[in-house]
């Protein structure tokens, strides 16, 4: 017999199983006008899917593809066996726990099953929970099962109570695990709702609520502060002066709503549709509609422009009603800005040799000595905040506008917030305590933006 054929015979199909637990390369994820294999995770599926909602301190292995799952080892060394803990994490309970006697060895099994959204569950994986009115148990997952909605991912779990952590052989699993938690993170469903990851560190989440408590009471205080109760304008405080800032006060009717501020229908607003200085690009556009690019082209200076020199038909100088002096107008000291619009044919009012200086700010007068905390931030030393108006730049110094100089931390707070990068709530936490020791003057013109940014630090982006 030949030890070679001629025609060599079809190869033997691999009959191996695929390994389950393989996860999907990224060439096999396809997707096309009627069909999408990849797993997404759902955003504001939690909010809406049905069972009971079951708050749960969940402790969740950390492991590789290596590594052993298996029931918390109390003799193991806790570097060998590492959990992430998530509290408050929510279940939504499919069906109520159930007791079943076992007549052989006399004992009680108490189990159940839920749906889990946003954390990729394993069999042995634990969580704690109030399991009577003033006990709380200890829970162990027994069986793990992915469903799909659409495309959209969540996992069912089965499991099993081990028993009321006072007990001494479940208080010991329980001291286990904690000693075993490696990273801890809180559960915030409001913010899966809103699309963006319910997951926050403790510290993160600490300052979250430090924040979102401070927002209603700061924008509460800028209304008293600053509202005029005779007029019913927010008023730039100054001790001889009655000056307008209307780009500030739009500023502020745009980023607090009346959730915040109930009264805020009673403030009166004196219209720039008729000046087209005042409605150009500045910081606060920039910030109110989040474009970064407009910063180039934003009036950067400020002056103040006494109601007297504005035309018959503006509603600034028709405005006889308010006793208004002043309003912050755009200063053109910059030429070549000046020049671009004066080439556009809006001449009729040219501000030019009628500004005045921001000249003895109400900082100097209130508080002469004042001076900006400085802090230590592992960078070096940064001050909190800066004078309003310093070097004649509208609010902002010149290292925002020009990048010349050193940035304050709440200006490292707002470029990142145009440049849409994550907040440091730590940082914001800081400027935001510090906020209520500020001269009136950096209090009326910080106060909205920081509105700002603590409402975009509460519903986040992490």
Known sequence: MPIAQLKPTAPIPDTTMVDPT??????????????????????????????????VDYYSQVVSKHDDIREVDIGQHAAL???????????????????SYDNETGLTTVTGNAVIIQVIPNQYDYFVTAASVTERAL???????????????????EYTMVGYIDSPTVQAR?????????????????????????????????????LQQKLSEMVQQYYQFFNSALYRLLLVPDRDRLIYDPRLAEFFRSVVDSRLLPDLHRLNYISMDKEFYLSKESILTCLRDRTPTLLKSALPKVGLMARAH??????????????IEYFAYPDFADTVLKARYETRGHTLFNPSGLLEPWTDPYTQTENPTWVSTVVELGDGPISLTKPVHQGGYYIFSEALYEGVGALSLMEKLVLDYLHQRPLNLKHLVIVVKDYEHWPSLEMYYYG???FLLIQEAIHGFY
């Open 22 to 55: 393989q996860v999907i390369r990224e060439k096999d994820i396809y997707s096309t006008a009627t069909v999408d294999n990849a797993v997404h995770a759902p955003q504001s599926m939690l909010a809406y899917m049905e069972g009971m909602a079951w708050p």
């Open 81 to 99: 066996q590492q959990y992430t803990k998530i509290s408050l994490l929510e279940l939504r309970v499919q069906s109520e726990l159930s007791q």
């Open 139 to 157: 829970f162990m997952v027994t069986s793990v099962e992915r469903k799909t909605y659409n495309n959209q991912s969540v996992y069912q779990i």
């Open 174 to 210: 329980y001291t286990a695990l904690e000693d075993r938690t490696i990273r801890e993170f809180v559960f915030n469903k409001e913010r899966l709702a809103n699309g963006a990851s319910p997951l926050l560190t403790k510290d993160d989440h600490h300052a979250a609520l430090q």
């Open 310 to 323: 504005f035309r018959t038909n503006s509603f600034l100088g028709a405005a006889n009603c308010w006793a």
């Open 448 to 450: 909205p933006i920081l």
